[in-house]
Nanobody
Framework: VQLAESGGGLVQPGGSLRLSCAAS????????MSWYRQAPGKERELVAT????????NYADSVKGRFTVSRDNAKNTVYLQMNSLKPEDTAVYYC?????????WGQGTQVTVSS
């Protein structure tokens, strides 16, 4: 299993970023996918989850209405569109899949929201 995040960077408050996670090594369209984030000195937290066909999504209260998770099963890729970014969204963002009770993570992509 390999997960490769991309799309992070430095953005001003109120700005937008779109993260991507390219997956390989497993049957992507058979697994729910999630995005997590970890800020310095804090625990990793769940940001968003999307079901196999993308028909159902869930979000942390802190990002509801601002972030949108989506997936393209033809491209084995999951996305996180982040709008109206706030300084408190600064973190390393990770893609996640649980397969046979094992958590798999990518290397993460840094998102910094600062003026």
């Amino acid at each position: 299993v390999q997960l490769a995040e991309s799309g992070g960077g430095l953005v001003q408050p109120g700005g937008s970023l779109r993260l991507s996670c390219a997956a390989s090594g497993f049957t992507f369209n058979s697994y729910r996918m999630s995005w997590y984030r970890q800020a310095p000195g804090k625990e990793r937290e769940l940001v968003a989850t999307i079901t196999v066909a993308g028909g159902s999504t869930n979000y942390a209260d802190s990002v509801k209405g601002r972030f949108t998770v989506s997936r393209d099963n033809a491209k084995n890729t999951v996305y996180l569109q982040m709008n109206s970014l706030k300084p408190e969204d600064t973190a390393v963002y990770y893609c996640n899949v649980i397969r046979y009770h094992i958590n798999y993570w990518g290397q993460g992509t840094q998102v910094t929201v600062s003026s």
